[in-house]
């Protein structure tokens, strides 16, 4: 497993907000009213904005990006309905990687030690096969392992191991998955 990713501080610039203004916009107006079988619709929308999409993803209408740029979904990885992406850093979903309904992957905080509290971010990573059970939450530098499966209202703040399943606030193990055969 690749080694936690760091918070580090980011100023967000003017033409970020600018753009993000437009986004929602086209999220608001084109991409939320869509109807639910008009994937290559959204994925379309979502490449105008800079997502990086593979063959045949799934992204829902009512899902929320904050920044479509630093979105990346390998084939055939989902993000289904009602799930919040606060990609103000990199949010990378791997080959058939999955968060379930009412997830929020947070890719940013505020460093609470400076009067100021800055945003701080670092990338989201859910590997080939990885799984995000229901109403989950992903906090910022996480890597939720090739095949792992995070339970239902889970809160996840440190990496989750491949193959493992995990659940609660804070998960714990809860066994093992098999690897998948390849066909």
Same mark, same amino acid.
């Given at each position: 497993?690749?080694?936690?990713?760091?918070?580090?501080?980011?100023?967000?610039?003017?033409?970020?907000?600018?753009?993000?203004?437009?986004?929602?916009?086209?999220?608001?107006?084109?991409?939320?009213?869509?109807?639910?079988?008009?994937?290559?619709?959204?994925?379309?929308?979502?490449?105008?904005?800079?997502?990086?999409?593979?063959?045949?993803?799934?992204?829902?209408?009512?899902?929320?990006?904050?920044?479509?740029?630093?979105?990346?979904?390998?084939?055939?990885? *989902?993000?289904?309905?009602?799930?919040? *992406?606060? *990609?103000?850093?990199?949010?990378?979903?791997?080959?058939?990687?999955?968060?379930?309904?009412?997830?929020?992957? *947070?890719?940013?905080?505020?460093?609470?030690?400076?009067?100021?509290?800055?945003?701080?971010?670092?990338?989201?990573?859910?590997?080939?096969?990885?799984?995000?059970?229901?109403?989950?939450?992903?906090?910022?530098?996480?890597?939720?392992?090739?095949?792992?499966?995070?339970?239902?209202?889970?809160?996840?703040?440190?990496?989750?191991?491949?193959?493992?399943?995990?659940?609660?606030?804070?998960?714990?193990?809860?066994?093992?998955?098999?690897?998948?055969?390849?066909?």
């Amino acid at each position: 497993m690749p080694a936690r990713a760091t918070l580090h501080e980011i100023h967000i610039s003017r033409a970020n907000w600018l753009l993000r203004a437009l986004w929602e916009s086209v999220w608001l107006l084109l991409f939320r009213p869509s109807p639910t079988p008009l994937f290559g619709w959204r994925r379309l929308l979502l490449r105008l904005f800079g997502a990086q999409l593979g063959r045949r993803t799934r992204v829902y209408g009512s899902v929320k990006i904050w920044a479509p740029w630093n979105l990346q979904m390998a084939d055939h990885s *989902c993000l289904s309905p009602y799930v919040i *992406c606060y *990609c103000v850093a990199r949010i990378s979903l791997g080959r058939h990687a999955n968060v379930s309904q009412y997830s929020y992957l *947070c890719s940013a905080s505020h460093d609470y030690r400076q009067l100021s509290m800055p945003t701080i971010a670092a990338p989201i990573t859910l590997e080939d096969e990885a799984w995000v059970a229901a109403d989950s939450f992903i906090g910022p530098g996480v890597t939720i392992g090739r095949g792992a499966v995070v339970g239902a209202r889970s809160t996840v703040t440190g990496d989750v191991a491949p193959w493992s399943v995990v659940a609660g606030s804070p998960p714990r193990q809860l066994g093992a998955r098999a690897p998948f055969e390849r066909g």
